[in-house]
């Protein structure tokens, strides 16, 4: 994929300082993200990543640095987050369903309660969105019925339903097994084919490889290098980024470019 050209990237930040107590988890991080464009964080777990996707819609505040989403300073006082956090879609490590509602049920709520849709016009777009991630027979059942592939899935078609122009992703495969990773990364892969804005905390780096239009890569807080994938995996600049990569037993991307 190349990533587009934008002179007002629809995501700006800009020297994110945040700390928990003594511990500096963010440490100055600025990363853009244009309109339609895929960015895969990857790095050593605890290197900051999925701290920064969580303040990129305020769930965590910030002690220093500026994110600016389409023009909204997210962090600034007279922010309605509310309103910013409809705009940006947000998946999940644990996928985060509500146990009582039906799979329908639990897409439906969102523009229910918060978008105040009407009944027939949800469920119609609920439908709809179960059935692009391949879950249309699903829809009376509720999740602790589903597999864990099936469950995330439908975190997507939840988070989808409010018609966000930007979607986060935290780890989303890593409470899977290894036979339903692979169903949740189609989903997410015929999303940035359709031009859906993502970041996405990964540590599938096929997956980073073959779909992002960048990675960034965290160390100690820090984002170390950032690049187009084949930049990243095959000729990175910094040591720290061979070194992760080698502990990955990571041979190159080059079978992946193609």
Request: aromatic share 4%.
């Amino acid at each position: 994929m190349t990533a587009p050209t934008d002179p007002q990237p629809i995501l700006r930040v800009t020297e994110v300082r945040k700390h928990y107590g003594p511990v500096q988890a963010l440490d100055g991080v600025s990363l853009d993200v244009s309109r339609g464009e895929v960015v895969c964080l990857i790095g050593p777990s605890g290197s900051g990543k999925s701290t920064l996707l969580r303040t990129l819609n305020a769930l965590e505040p910030i002690d220093g640095g500026q994110v600016v989403f389409d023009g909204i300073d997210v962090h600034a006082r007279q922010t309605d987050l509310r309103r910013v956090r409809q705009r940006m879609g947000m998946v999940f490590q644990n996928f985060e369903l509500f146990p009582h509602l039906s799979v329908l049920g639990n897409v439906v709520v969102g523009p229910r309660q918060i978008l105040k849709r009407p009944l027939e016009e949800a469920e119609h777009q609920a439908r709809e969105l179960l059935g692009k991630v391949g879950l249309a027979d699903k829809a009376r059942m509720r999740p602790a019925e589903l597999s864990g592939g099936q469950q995330q899935r439908v975190a997507i078609a939840r988070a989808l339903a409010m018609r966000p122009d930007m979607m986060l992703f935290d780890e989303p495969t890593s409470a899977l097994d290894p036979e339903t990773i692979g169903e949740v990364l189609s989903v997410m892969k015929r999303l940035a084919d359709e031009g859906m804005t993502m970041v996405v905390v990964t540590h599938e780096m096929t997956f980073a490889a073959r779909v992002a239009d960048r990675v960034a890569v965290f160390d100690r807080g820090r984002i170390i290098e950032v690049g187009p994938p084949q930049q990243i995996f095959e000729a990175a600049t910094a040591a720290r980024t061979r070194d992760f990569l080698r502990h990955l037993d990571w041979d190159g991307a080059s079978d992946l470019m193609s």
